[in-house]
T-cell receptor, first 114, second 111 residues
Framework: EAQVTQNPRYLITVTGKKLTVTCSQN?????MSWYRQDPGLGLRQIYY???????DKGDVPEGYKVSRKEKRNFPLILESPSPNQTSLYFC?????????????FGEGSRLTVL | AQSVTQLDSHVSVSEGTPVLLRCNYS??????LFWYVQHPNKGLQLLLK??????LVKGINGFEAEFKKSETSFHLTKPSAHMSDAAEYFC?????????FGSGTKLNVKP
């Protein structure tokens, strides 16, 4: 089954404790991206990757890191989480021409930073 | 700069009546436009997309949208709402490798 898998789905952590949210897709997509969803703000893009070893900032990259060492995986790293990073996070993937394709989304990771 | 404005945060309709969800966009270039739907506790799913072909785009579940360049709009419609359409809907613009999403419209369908 074609899917984007995120882990963990739910996480409560404390300020400053490094964490990683994993994202994996099995559709051989070149394009992968991370979003955060906050009430009244919709989805905002954090980082995206056009292919292995190619990443770039979205609209809200501060406080986040990413890496793309393999085509299928695109982890999101919070080196020192803060309460303002409490949010619902989505990973999504697509073929390399996403303007004619569609984004396939994971089911989301709800993060709470105390 | 790109931006997407969804004009209504909440829309409520009765089952069997038409649905109109409004979206305006701002883009320096010819954009690709999308509507996504999000059911509770789920990721987003593509409803339909406009990529510079026909201006009237048909999607899944009876939804359609019309691209109007002069009005910079891409409103989503459905002739007859069903209870299963209750969800949150997001309009999105794609340009230069980035996606920009609107703030969402929650659709409530009354029996």
């Amino acid at each position: 089954e074609a899917q984007v898998t995120q882990n963990p789905r739910y996480l409560i952590t404390v300020t400053g404790k490094k964490l990683t949210v994993t994202c994996s897709q099995n559709m051989n997509h070149e394009y992968m991206s991370w979003y955060r969803q906050d009430p009244g703000l919709g989805l905002r893009q954090i980082y995206y990757s056009m292919n292995v070893e190619v990443t770039d900032k979205g609209d809200v990259p501060e406080g986040y890191k990413v890496s793309r060492k393999e085509k299928r995986n695109f982890p999101l790293i919070l080196e020192s989480p803060s309460p303002n990073q409490t949010s619902l996070y989505f990973c999504a993937s697509s073929f390399v021409v996403p303007n004619t394709g569609e984004l396939f989304f994971g089911e989301g990771s709800r993060l709470t930073v105390l | 700069a790109q931006s997407v404005t969804q004009l209504d945060s909440h829309v409520s309709v009765s089952e069997g009546t038409p649905v109109l969800l409004r979206c305006n966009y701002s883009s320096s270039y010819s954009p690709s436009l999308f509507w996504y739907v999000q059911h509770p506790n789920k990721g987003l799913q593509l409803l339909l997309k406009y990529t510079s072909a026909a201006t009237l785009v048909k999607g899944i579940n009876g939804f359609e949208a019309e691209f109007k360049k002069s009005e910079t709009s891409f409103h989503l419609t459905k002739p007859s709402a069903h209870m299963s359409d209750a969800a949150e809907y997001f309009c999105a613009v794609y340009n230069f490798n980035k996606f920009y999403f609107g703030s969402g419209t929650k659709l409530n369908v009354k029996p």
